[in-house]
């Protein structure tokens, strides 16, 4: 069985109460669930860890060691600014795919740099809640292709 960590980081926790012109009217539980439903039929299992604090996201990702086989990774906000999530997900080393809800590249000039990218296997941005549900499917697919998993 496949485990994967999904990373949720500042804020998303008013996903569906706030801003819906842009984050949409998905809350983030509604998200949880759908990522569980689609982890179970690729057969794989997903844990969920959402925080307002990079150092415990940075915890999230120490303990993923050994535990988990990727990581799926919405750092909100701390994507254009934390060298420290960078670097936690460097020193796993475990496979990473980088999701965003909105497009960062259609948004305002700060948004188009991520600290996230240079570690991430990939990145998918811009398709709303569909962003994570890709990324868990990038991820299993890459992981699947791995020998020593398939
Ligand atoms: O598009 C994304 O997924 C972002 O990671 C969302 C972050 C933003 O800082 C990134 O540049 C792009 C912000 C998440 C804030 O989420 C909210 C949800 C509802 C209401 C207010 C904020």
């Known amino acids: 069985m496949l485990k994967i960590l999904v990373l949720h980081g500042p804020n998303l926790n008013l996903l569906g109460q706030r ?3 842009i984050y949409g009217t998905t809350t983030l539980a509604t998200i949880d669930a759908l990522l569980t439903q689609e982890a ?8 969920t860890l959402q925080s307002n604090h990079e150092g415990i996201l940075v915890d999230g990702i ?18 254009h600014t934390s060298v420290a999530l960078r670097d936690a997900i460097a020193a796993v080393n475990l496979p990473t795919v980088e999701v965003h809800l909105s497009n960062l590249y259609k948004r305002e000039p700060f948004r188009h740099h ?10 998918i941005s811009g ?3 569909d962003s994570y549900v890709l990324g868990l499917h990038a991820l299993v ?5 791995q020998p020593d998993l398939a």
């Open 40 to 47: 179970t039929l690729v057969g794989a299992e997903v844990t």
């Open 127 to 129: 398709f709303g809640a």
């Open 19 to 21: 801003e819906p012109g």
């Open 114 to 123: 991520s600290h996230i990218a240079p570690v991430a296997l990939g990145q």
């Open 62 to 79: 120490h303990n993923a060691l050994g535990q988990c086989h990727g990581l799926v990774i919405n750092a909100g906000a701390y994507t």
């Open 141 to 145: 697919r890459y992981l699947r292709a």
